[in-house]
C-alpha cells in the first residue's frame, strides 16, 4: 500500500523521504523483535532476588512495548481515516474535470470568437446590422455556457472544501501522534537516566569496573544499620546476601560474574530498545512533515482552481472583458495538466487528455499546442514547471521575484560623482523593474534632480541613479523590486508630476506665493485588467527635483491613492511650505487584497513639533506561514524635513511582522513621514 504521503501528486524527493522513513520504521520494528526475545524469553528464577536485576529492566520495555503498540494503533488508524478522505478528493477531482470539460463543450459550440462578444445580435455595435440570426437559439446558448461555468465553480468549491478537510484531518491525526511522541520521549530520558547510572557507578574500565563490583559486594548491607542500605540501583543489584557465605570468595566471584553478564545482556538490550523508539519517532516525524506538506500543496492547487473558474466567471458576466474561447480551451488543457499530475493514472484523466485535443481540433480546428500556448493568460493559474514537453501537455509559468537594495554608504561629505549605475544579472523573464528610495541623504534641504531609474535590459537589471549639479549626494539605499511578466498578483506603474504640473491650491482663499501654501496635483490612473475587488495600492518616491531657494526651510512633499476601485485610482500628490517648482516620480504597485501571498501596508507620521524619528512594530494580518516573507519592500513615500534626509530601515523580520525605524538622523528633523511596505511569501 502506497503511504498517504504519496498518494497525491509525488515528487522525487518526498518519495525518497516517505520510503527512508518506512525503512526506519522496519528497522525499528526489528529490533524491537530482538530486544523482546531478550526481555521475553528468559523465564523467572525460582528466587526472587535474583531476579531483581531483571524485572527492573524488563518493566522499562514492558512500557515501551505498551507505547509503541498505541503508536502502531494510531498509524493504522490514521492511514484508514485518510485514504478516506483521498477518496473523496479523488472523486472530487473527477467530477470537476468532467464539469470543465462540458464546459468547454458548450464554450466551442458558440458562434463568436469573443465569448462576451453580442455583435451578432446588434446590441453591441453603434452602426445598426443587418444579420439573420436566431437570437434566442443565442441566448439560450449563452445560457448553457454561463450554466456550465458556474457547475464548474461548484465543483472546484466541493473539491477546495474537501482538500481543506483533509488538511484539517491530518491535523488532528498530528496532534494525537505527539501525545504519543512525548510519552516516547520521556520513556527515553528514563532509560538514559538508568544507562548514566550504571556508567558513573561501575564505568567502562576493566580495571574499575572490577574495584567496584568487590567493594560492593564486600560491603555489609544490613538492615537496621547506618548505611545498611544500597545507595542506588548497582549496589542493589550487585549486593552480597547475608545468607550467601559472605566468607566464600568462590561464591562472592560468581555471583558477580553472573551478575555482570546478566547486565550487560540487559544493557545492550535496552540501548537498541532506545535505539527503536529513536529511529520510531524520527521516521513519524518525517511521514508526518511530507504527508503535511503534500496535503498544503494539493489545498493550493484545489485553491487555484477553484480561482481560476471564479475568474471565469467574472469575465463572463463582465461584457466589458475580452474573453476568447481560446482563452477558455487553455485553461482546460490546463486543468487536465493539473488532474493528472494531482491523481496520476486516471481512467477520466487519461481519457481527457486523449479525447479533448482531438475534440477541440474537430470542433474549432484550432492547433492546441500552437495557438493556445500563444494566447494571453486572462485567468488567474499557476502550476508547477511541467516536466515533460508532451504536445498537449500546457506549458505553465510559476511566479518569480527578485529583490535587491543598493546602499551608497556614508563618507560624511557628498561625493563627486554625479552618477552610480548598479548592475544585477537578472533571468530573462523578469522585464518588470521598479526601483524606489529607501533612504535619502543630501547636503543641502532642497535636493535637486535626484533620480533613482531602472532601465529594461535582455541580460542585467541596472538601476541608475543621477544627482543634478544643485546638491551633492552623501549616501543612499535604492531598492529594485523585479516581477516575472505573468505574474498576475500585481500590477505596477508610474506617473511623473513635473514643474509644469497643474499645482491646484486646494484651500480656497491663500494666495499662490504664500508661504504656507499647499498645491495638490492629482491623476488618474487605469488599470491593464480590472481586479476581482477593490485592490490595496502602494506608492514609492523613485524621483525628486525642488528648487534651491532661501526662502524655504524645509522640503515637504506626499503623496497617497485615492477612490481606488477594481478598474483604477485617483493619484494624488501635494506639496506645500510654499514651493512651486517641484518635480517627482511616483511608482505604484498594486495587488488584490485578498492575496494570500501578499502583506502590504503603510506608515505614517505627522506632528505640530520636529521629531527626529519613529520606531515601531508592524504586524502581518494574518501572519505568514511557517517562515517569514522572501521579499520585504519597504521605501519613502513622503516627507517633511528641515534638511534632504529620509528614510525607513527594517529589522527582526518574522514570519507575524518587523521593526522598523523611520524618519531622519544626525541634525535633520521631519514633521511629516509617508512609508510603503510590501511583503511577499
Same mark, same amino acid.
Given at each position: 500500500? *502506497?503511504?498517504?504521503?504519496?498518494?497525491?501528486?509525488?515528487?522525487?524527493?518526498?518519495?525518497?523521504?516517505?520510503?527512508?522513513?518506512?525503512?526506519?520504521?522496519?528497522?525499528?520494528?526489528?529490533?524491537?523483535?530482538?530486544?523482546?526475545?531478550?526481555?521475553?524469553?528468559?523465564?523467572?528464577?525460582?528466587?526472587?532476588?535474583?531476579?531483581?536485576?531483571?524485572?527492573?529492566?524488563?518493566?522499562?520495555?514492558?512500557?515501551?512495548?505498551?507505547?509503541?503498540?498505541?503508536?502502531?494503533?494510531?498509524?493504522?488508524?490514521?492511514?484508514?481515516?485518510?485514504?478516506?478522505?483521498?477518496?473523496?478528493?479523488?472523486?472530487?477531482?473527477?467530477?470537476?474535470?468532467?464539469?470543465?470539460?462540458?464546459?468547454?463543450?458548450?464554450?466551442?459550440?458558440?458562434?463568436?470568437?469573443?465569448?462576451?462578444? +453580442?455583435?451578432?445580435?446588434?446590441?453591441?455595435?453603434?452602426? !445598426?446590422?443587418?444579420?439573420?440570426?436566431?437570437?434566442?437559439?443565442?441566448?439560450?446558448?449563452?445560457?448553457?455556457?454561463?450554466?456550465?461555468?458556474?457547475?464548474?465553480?461548484?465543483?472546484?468549491?466541493?473539491?477546495?472544501?474537501?482538500?481543506?478537510?483533509?488538511?484539517?484531518?491530518?491535523?488532528?491525526?498530528?496532534?494525537?501522534?505527539?501525545?504519543?511522541?512525548?510519552?516516547?520521549?520521556?520513556?527515553?530520558?528514563?532509560?538514559?537516566?538508568?544507562?548514566?547510572?550504571?556508567?558513573?557507578?561501575?564505568?567502562?574500565?576493566?580495571?574499575?569496573?572490577?574495584?567496584?563490583?568487590?567493594?560492593?559486594?564486600?560491603?555489609?548491607?544490613?538492615?537496621?544499620?547506618?548505611?545498611?542500605?544500597?545507595?542506588?540501583?548497582?549496589?542493589?543489584?550487585?549486593?552480597?546476601?547475608?545468607?550467601?557465605?559472605?566468607?566464600?570468595?568462590?561464591?562472592?566471584?560468581?555471583?558477580?560474574?553472573?551478575?555482570?553478564?546478566?547486565?550487560?545482556?540487559?544493557?545492550?538490550?535496552? =540501548?537498541?530498545?532506545?535505539?527503536?523508539?529513536?529511529?520510531?519517532?524520527?521516521?513519524?516525524?518525517?511521514?508526518?512533515?511530507?504527508?503535511?506538506? !503534500?496535503?498544503?500543496?494539493?489545498?493550493?492547487?484545489?485553491?487555484?482552481?477553484?480561482?481560476?473558474?471564479?475568474?471565469?466567471?467574472?469575465?463572463?458576466?463582465?461584457?466589458?472583458?475580452?474573453?476568447? $474561447?481560446? &482563452?477558455?480551451?487553455?485553461?482546460?488543457?490546463?486543468?487536465? !495538466?493539473?488532474?493528472?499530475?494531482?491523481?496520476?493514472?486516471?481512467?477520466? *484523466?487519461?481519457?481527457?487528455?486523449?479525447?479533448?485535443?482531438?475534440? $477541440?481540433?474537430?470542433?474549432?480546428?484550432?492547433?492546441?499546442?500552437?495557438?493556445?500556448?500563444?494566447?494571453?493568460?486572462?485567468?488567474?493559474?499557476?502550476?508547477?514547471?511541467?516536466?515533460?514537453?508532451?504536445?498537449?501537455?500546457?506549458?505553465?509559468?510559476?511566479?518569480? *521575484?527578485?529583490?535587491?537594495?543598493?546602499?551608497?554608504?556614508?563618507?560624511?561629505? %557628498?561625493?563627486?560623482?554625479?552618477?552610480?549605475?548598479?548592475?544585477?544579472?537578472?533571468?530573462?523573464?523578469?522585464?518588470?523593474?521598479?526601483?524606489?528610495? =529607501?533612504?535619502?541623504?543630501?547636503?543641502?534641504?532642497?535636493?535637486? &534632480?535626484?533620480?533613482?531609474?531602472?532601465? &529594461?535590459?535582455?541580460?542585467?537589471?541596472?538601476?541608475?541613479?543621477?544627482?543634478?549639479?544643485?546638491?551633492?549626494?552623501?549616501?543612499?539605499?535604492?531598492?529594485?523590486?523585479?516581477?516575472?511578466?505573468?505574474?498576475?498578483?500585481?500590477? +505596477?506603474?508610474?506617473?511623473?508630476?513635473?514643474?509644469?504640473?497643474?499645482?491646484?491650491?486646494?484651500?480656497?482663499?491663500?494666495?499662490?506665493?504664500?508661504?504656507?501654501?499647499?498645491?495638490?496635483?492629482?491623476?488618474?490612473?487605469?488599470?491593464?485588467?480590472?481586479?476581482?475587488? %477593490?485592490?490595496?495600492?502602494?506608492?514609492? +518616491?523613485?524621483?525628486?527635483?525642488?528648487?534651491?531657494?532661501?526662502?524655504?526651510?524645509?522640503?515637504?512633499?506626499?503623496?497617497?491613492?485615492?477612490?481606488?476601485?477594481?478598474?483604477?485610482?485617483?493619484?494624488?500628490?501635494? $506639496?506645500?511650505?510654499?514651493?512651486?517648482?517641484?518635480?517627482?516620480?511616483?511608482?505604484?504597485?498594486?495587488?488584490?487584497?485578498?492575496?494570500?501571498? *501578499?502583506?502590504?501596508?503603510?506608515?505614517?507620521?505627522?506632528?505640530?513639533?520636529?521629531?527626529?524619528?519613529? =520606531?515601531?512594530?508592524?504586524?502581518?494580518?494574518?501572519?505568514?506561514? #511557517?517562515?517569514?516573507?522572501?521579499?520585504?519592500?519597504? #521605501?519613502?513615500?513622503?516627507?517633511?524635513?528641515?534638511?534632504?534626509?529620509?528614510?525607513?530601515?527594517?529589522?527582526?523580520?518574522?514570519?507575524?511582522?518587523?521593526?522598523? $525605524?523611520?524618519?531622519?538622523?544626525?541634525?535633520?528633523?521631519?514633521?511629516?513621514?509617508?512609508?510603503?511596505?510590501?511583503?511577499?511569501?
Amino acid at each position: 500500500m *502506497v503511504h498517504p504521503a504519496l498518494a497525491f501528486a509525488p515528487t522525487l524527493q518526498r518519495a525518497l523521504a516517505v520510503t527512508q522513513a518506512e525503512q526506519q520504521l522496519t528497522s525499528a520494528k526489528a529490533l524491537r523483535a530482538e530486544v523482546g526475545q531478550i526481555f521475553e524469553g528468559t523465564a523467572a528464577s525460582t528466587h526472587p532476588e535474583a531476579d531483581e536485576l531483571r524485572n527492573d529492566f524488563v518493566g522499562l520495555h514492558t512500557r515501551a512495548k505498551n507505547i509503541e503498540a498505541s503508536h502502531e494503533e494510531i498509524i493504522a488508524r490514521r492511514d484508514t481515516s485518510i485514504c478516506a478522505v483521498h477518496k473523496l478528493i479523488t472523486d472530487s477531482f473527477e467530477f470537476s474535470l468532467n464539469k470543465t470539460v462540458r464546459m468547454m463543450m458548450h464554450v466551442l459550440a458558440w458562434p463568436e470568437e469573443n465569448l462576451n462578444s +453580442m455583435r451578432r445580435l446588434g446590441i453591441d455595435t453603434d452602426s !445598426a446590422i443587418d444579420i439573420d440570426v436566431d437570437v434566442e437559439s443565442d441566448l439560450n446558448l449563452r445560457q448553457r455556457i454561463l450554466r456550465s461555468v458556474s457547475r464548474a465553480r461548484g465543483a472546484y468549491m466541493e473539491l477546495s472544501d474537501r482538500s481543506k478537510l483533509l488538511r484539517m484531518t491530518i491535523d488532528t491525526w498530528n496532534r494525537r501522534h505527539n501525545a504519543i511522541a512525548d510519552q516516547i520521549a520521556c520513556l527515553q530520558l528514563e532509560v538514559a537516566s538508568v544507562l548514566a547510572e550504571v556508567d558513573s557507578h561501575l564505568g567502562s574500565d576493566i580495571t574499575a569496573r572490577n574495584n567496584n563490583l568487590l567493594e560492593i559486594a564486600q560491603t555489609n548491607f544490613s538492615p537496621g544499620q547506618d548505611g545498611g542500605q544500597p545507595r542506588n540501583k548497582v549496589e542493589s543489584w550487585f549486593k552480597t546476601s547475608t545468607n550467601v557465605a559472605a566468607h566464600n570468595a568462590i561464591a562472592i566471584s560468581t555471583r558477580i560474574t553472573t551478575r555482570m553478564a546478566q547486565l550487560d545482556q540487559l544493557i545492550s538490550a535496552l =540501548k537498541k530498545t532506545d535505539e527503536a523508539l529513536s529511529l520510531r519517532l524520527a521516521a513519524s516525524a518525517t511521514l508526518n512533515e511530507e504527508e503535511t506538506a !503534500a496535503v498544503d500543496a494539493g489545498k493550493m492547487k484545489a485553491s487555484l482552481l477553484l480561482q481560476s473558474t471564479q475568474d471565469i466567471e467574472k469575465a463572463m458576466t463582465e461584457f466589458s472583458v475580452e474573453c476568447n $474561447v481560446e &482563452d477558455i480551451v487553455r485553461h482546460v488543457f490546463a486543468v487536465i !495538466a493539473c488532474s493528472a499530475e494531482f491523481v496520476g493514472s486516471n481512467t477520466i *484523466v487519461e481519457r481527457a487528455q486523449q479525447e479533448v485535443p482531438k475534440y $477541440v481540433t474537430s470542433r474549432r480546428g484550432l492547433q492546441p499546442i500552437g495557438t493556445l500556448r500563444a494566447s494571453k493568460k486572462l485567468f488567474q493559474f499557476q502550476l508547477d514547471p511541467p516536466s515533460s514537453s508532451s504536445d498537449h501537455q500546457f506549458l505553465s509559468k510559476p511566479h518569480y *521575484v527578485t529583490f535587491v537594495t543598493y546602499v551608497l554608504p556614508s563618507k560624511e561629505e %557628498p561625493y563627486e560623482e554625479k552618477r552610480w549605475i548598479f548592475q544585477t544579472a537578472r533571468p530573462a523573464y523578469i522585464p518588470r523593474p521598479l526601483s524606489f528610495f =529607501k533612504k535619502i541623504d543630501t547636503d543641502r534641504c532642497g535636493p535637486s &534632480d535626484v533620480m533613482a531609474l531602472c532601465t &529594461d535590459d535582455d541580460t542585467a537589471l541596472l538601476s541608475l541613479v543621477k544627482l543634478g549639479t544643485g546638491a551633492g549626494i552623501i549616501s543612499f539605499d535604492i531598492s529594485t523590486l523585479g516581477l516575472s511578466a505573468w505574474d498576475q498578483r500585481f500590477q +505596477m506603474g508610474e506617473s511623473y508630476f513635473g514643474e509644469t504640473s497643474l499645482w491646484e491650491n486646494k484651500l480656497c482663499g491663500w494666495l499662490d506665493d504664500w508661504p504656507g501654501g499647499e498645491r495638490i496635483s492629482t491623476r488618474e490612473v487605469n488599470f491593464g485588467r480590472a481586479f476581482r475587488s %477593490p485592490p490595496s495600492v502602494r506608492l514609492f +518616491m523613485s524621483y525628486l527635483s525642488a528648487e534651491q531657494d532661501s526662502r524655504y526651510n524645509s522640503l515637504s512633499t506626499s503623496s497617497w491613492a485615492e477612490n481606488v476601485t477594481t478598474c483604477g485610482f485617483t493619484l494624488c500628490t501635494k $506639496v506645500w511650505n510654499g514651493r512651486e517648482k517641484v518635480a517627482l516620480t511616483v511608482r505604484w504597485i498594486a495587488h488584490d487584497s485578498q492575496e494570500a501571498t *501578499v502583506r502590504s501596508g503603510e506608515i505614517q507620521h505627522d506632528s505640530e513639533d520636529w521629531v527626529e524619528n519613529i =520606531k515601531g512594530r508592524i504586524q502581518f494580518q494574518p501572519p505568514f506561514p #511557517g517562515r517569514a516573507p522572501s521579499v520585504l519592500a519597504i #521605501g519613502i513615500t513622503g516627507f517633511e524635513c528641515d534638511f534632504g534626509q529620509n528614510q525607513i530601515q527594517e529589522h527582526n523580520v518574522s514570519s507575524d511582522g518587523f521593526d522598523f $525605524v523611520a524618519g531622519c538622523w544626525s541634525h535633520s528633523r521631519m514633521k511629516h513621514g509617508r512609508w510603503s511596505w510590501v511583503a511577499i511569501e
